[in-house]
């Protein structure tokens, strides 16, 4: 019922969005390479697609993001447990954390590039790099807020510190986790383009980039719709992931 | 009666407890003394902020004292021991495991087995009345039900002395005197269903819920705790509710009101 409910409205108002879109193009007398129309937009989306292009430059923005936020998790995790931990750790690591994240993301990308290339490794960093720090702020207010109560419970049952991660903290910091994955999973697939924007040769923002010194507005438009999709599945993995995972909470916010 | 039993299980000697926050030292516990025995049930009682939960935790090792000791089963006390059960002020469930996984998670800790865990759970789900309960999560639980989850679980590894430190203090004054017979009829008077009898140390300020259950009462005095009165509770087991309203109780009753002060 919710369901069926919510995807009405969502072809509702998409319907709406390209009516008024089309309207402006027709209304408005803009040149195709200020704003193509719908049909425009896609009819250069089978272009690319059928000539095997879009493919593979999604492929390799893919490849970026999901290994980005890959790398950019694990490390955020690790070393927001250990900062939640042992205050010396905090004391010893905050300064720089908090300093790294007032430098833009887009100053340190051509660093990037230049150290590591115009491939793989330095579009994973970027991503990575954004995507660490919601992703370690969420891990470490999650396992700090695990109940002292439960705590004294698994050191009264002399539990192994091994027993007491996996049977009490990762469980009890599990949501406020997800809480930061969310907002990681979708930052990641800005941080890869932003590495394409600076240096590329494949991939989503580079495509955008050619379609803009091209007038290939067109071309643009399908790009970011394309990126917008990865981000919008991404984000829904991540949910869908959650609600299983966390199927004891859900009557709460029901 | 006492006499006649051996060493104590549990001896406490000059204990006392400092803790130090921003504004300077706390004295929690001043010089307490006192010995439990094998299979007795004693109920600590005092006014709030006494240090009540402060003993039950070093009691429990989970807590160490500034000077004194603990000596459990001849040995002195360093740190939480198998052999003991901890049911606290709220009942501290996880909330992300059912009823089942809840009580089953002392033994899960000390690795036991699947198929002992399986019906060993289930033998307590049965005692403790939560039959056809078990796959439910704490958030579904009444305040009652989750309590009686909670002692489950503290009784679930068979130890032999039980720590409860105010556990129906969140609950309404009904559920509480039934819980109370609950838990001596699971604890101490279960021998038909082969538990044998615990050692039990309960915290609570209900004077009426100590005398009802204990053995022995301790009063403890308003902070810095030390003990005030030990009581001796001779009314016959088992405890039935009538006796909530005889002289004798009523009599005992007034004499720890008036030692709390």
Avoid at chain 1, 92 to 117: D, R
Avoid at chain 1, 138 to 145: E, L, M, Q, S, Y
Wanted: glycine share 8%.
């Amino acid at each position: 019922m919710m369901r069926s409910r919510r995807i009405i409205l969502f072809f509702v108002s998409m319907t709406a969005l390209l009516i008024g879109w089309q309207m402006l193009v027709n209304f408005g007398n803009f040149p195709r390479f200020i704003l193509p129309s719908p049909g425009d937009v896609l009819k250069r989306f089978f272009e690319v697609v059928q000539d095997g292009s879009l493919m593979r430059h999604i492929a390799t923005t893919l490849k970026e993001v999901i290994s980005g936020l890959a790398l950019g998790v694990s490390f955020a995790t690790v070393l927001g447990y250990l900062i939640a931990k042992s205050r010396s750790i905090e004391r010893l690591l905050a300064p720089y954390i908090v300093a790294s994240q007032s430098v833009p993301l887009v100053a340190i990308a051509p660093l990037l590039v230049i150290w590591f290339g115009p491939g793989l490794i330095s579009k994973v960093l970027i991503a990575a790099l954004i995507v660490f720090f919601p992703v370690l702020v969420n891990t470490v207010v999650g396992v700090r807020a695990v109940p002292e109560d439960l705590h004294a419970l698994m050191r009264s049952l002399q539990a192994t510190r091994w027993q007491t991660l996996r049977m009490l903290e990762i469980p009890a910091a599990l949501p406020v986790f997800f809480g930061g994955l969310r907002v990681g999973a979708t930052l990641a697939v800005i941080g890869a383009v932003v590495g394409e924007f600076v240096g590329a040769d494949s991939g989503l923002g580079f495509l955008i980039n050619v379609g803009r010194g091209l007038y290939d507005t067109a071309l643009v438009f399908v790009a970011v719709f394309v990126l917008i999709s990865i981000a919008l599945i991404l984000y829904g993995l991540v949910v869908g992931l959650e609600v299983r995972l966390l199927a004891w909470q859900r009557r709460a916010e029901d | 009666m006492n006499l006649l039993k051996s060493e104590p299980i549990l001896s406490v000697q000059n204990l006392s407890a400092v803790f130090s926050d921003g504004n300077g030292d706390l004295q929690a516990l001043d010089e307490l003394s006192f010995s439990v025995q094998r299979q007795e049930f004693v109920c600590v009682i005092g006014p709030s902020g006494c240090g009540k939960s402060t003993l039950l935790r070093i009691l429990g090792g989970l807590l160490q004292p500034t000077r004194g000791s603990v000596t459990f089963r001849g040995e002195l006390l360093t740190g939480p021991r198998r052999g003991v059960g901890f049911v606290f002020q709220n009942s501290n469930l996880m909330p992300w495991r059912s009823v089942f996984d809840n009580i089953c998670l002392p033994l899960e800790v000390q690795n036991a087995s699947v198929s002992e865990i399986g019906s060993r759970v289930q033998e307590l789900v049965d005692l403790v009345g939560l039959d056809g309960f078990e796959n439910w999560l704490p958030r579904d639980l009444s305040g009652g039900m989750a309590q009686r989850v909670a002692i489950a679980r503290a009784l679930v590894h068979d130890p032999d002395v039980l720590l409860l430190d105010e556990p129906f203090g969140a609950l309404d004054a009904l559920t509480r005197e039934q819980m109370g017979d609950e838990l001596l009829r699971v604890a101490m008077h279960a021998s038909g269903d082969g538990i044998p009898r615990k050692t039990i140390i309960m915290v609570t300020h209900a004077i009426s819920e100590a005398i009802f259950l204990a053995d022995r009462v301790l009063v403890l005095s308003p902070r810095p705790g030390t003990i005030r009165m030990d009581v001796p509770i001779d009314l016959p087991r088992p405890r039935q509710e009538q006796m909530r309203y005889t002289q004798k109780f009523g009599d005992l009753a007034k004499r720890l009101r008036e030692a709390i002060g």
